[in-house]
């Protein structure tokens, strides 16, 4: 069950832009009123948030921002500090193993940002930036796009997907230190992939990227200590990828490792993998995603609850992973919240 998740969503002209709590069975719950969050973070041991948001606007130009958000014993919420990122805006937020350091993977303007933290969680200073260059086949990658970082599980290396450049960036992370510079290495996918989002398995040794603009998810297998590209397989079932513009985006892993879940944007579906840990892929459903266009999906540390943040359709669907099967069963709970972007723990 999700007790303390948290949903974010933008402003629109209907519903409360914010952070809110949500549980089936239960109405949302607004925590905290606040508009423009991207992505968030937790650190559960501080009982902080960090939000990767839209900051203000200056003339034709936005800049971006991270707000620190303490999280009470009531469940309430608080922004306790605020930092503009000038003329960038985060797409994606990742805290580092240790506690020292936050990244935020910058989409318009092609680099990664690093921030580092004091020992109260509070980010002290100016960041540090890793710029990206490159560009790809289609007409959104003249450019880098990084869109997501995120750790691997031994919490050694940070993984950029830039959706510009058809590459996963590779940072060796120092403890206490940050990323080193230059990058360790870049591993490369076909033309006019456009990876978003990725997930690791447990094990470490095999990674699952989902890549928006050839509808597709590929794996990446570490043999003889070198990531190779293992397999790539459609995001939708055959006969669906002509007919319908889809744009996967989030994706994620069973705590087993068994089940990949990719969401499909365009086709407004949760597409549902087995994977074997071993880099091979077999999609086995499709499950509409109770709305339009699913931004994110969450799933529950025992497995067994499925939510999708539907982002154009306003609302948090529920859905039950039945493993024997292989099925993700549609709930009929639903909480109905303007645009939600982005659903954690």
Request: glycine letters at 8%.
């Amino acid at each position: 069950m999700l007790l303390e998740g948290c949903a974010a969503n933008h402003c629109s002209a209907v519903g409360r832009a914010g952070i809110y709590r949500v549980s089936p069975g239960k109405e949302a719950v607004l925590s905290l009123p606040q508009s423009g969050i991207n992505y968030l973070a937790r650190d559960k041991k501080r009982n902080l948030y960090y939000a990767a948001a839209v900051g203000k606007k200056y003339g034709k130009k936005r800049n971006g921002a991270i707000y620190v958000i303490k999280y009470a014993a009531n469940s309430s919420m608080e922004v306790v500090q605020s930092v503009e990122i000038p003329l960038r805006v985060p797409a994606h937020i990742a805290l580092s193993p240790d506690r020292k350091f936050l990244y935020t993977a910058n989409y318009s303007r092609g680099d990664v940002c690093e921030f580092a933290l004091d020992e109260l969680g509070f980010i002290a200073g100016k960041p540090r930036i890793a710029v990206h260059s490159g560009k790809s086949v289609l007409r959104r990658q003249r450019s880098p796009h990084p869109h997501y970082c995120g750790f691997d599980p031994q919490g050694s290396q940070l993984y950029v997907c830039d959706l510009g450049t058809d590459e996963i960036w590779i940072y060796d992370y120092l403890p206490g230190q940050g990323i080193k510079l230059p990058f360790r290495e870049k591993l490369s996918l076909p033309p006019g992939s456009g990876p978003r989002h990725m997930v690791f398995d447990p094990s470490g040794k095999v990674f699952y990227c989902a890549n928006e603009l050839n509808s597709s998810v590929s794996s990446f297998v570490k043999r003889n200590g070198a990531w190779q590209l293992a397999a790539t397989c459609p995001a939708l079932k055959e006969g669906f990828a002509d007919k319908i513009k889809n744009y996967p985006g989030a994706i994620k892993l069973s705590c087993d490792g068994k089940f990949l879940l990719v969401s499909n944007r365009g086709h407004d579906s949760i597409a549902l993998f087995a994977a074997d840990g071993k880099g091979a892929l077999k999609l086995l459903d499709t499950v509409a995603s109770g709305g339009s266009y699913p931004s994110d999906i969450w799933i529950s540390d025992n497995d067994r609850q499925v939510a999708a943040a539907n982002l154009k359709g306003s609302s948090v669907s529920w859905f039950k992973l039945d493993k024997v099967n292989q099925r993700l069963v549609p709930l009929p709970e639903k909480h109905c919240i303007t645009q939600p972007r982005a659903l954690i723990d």
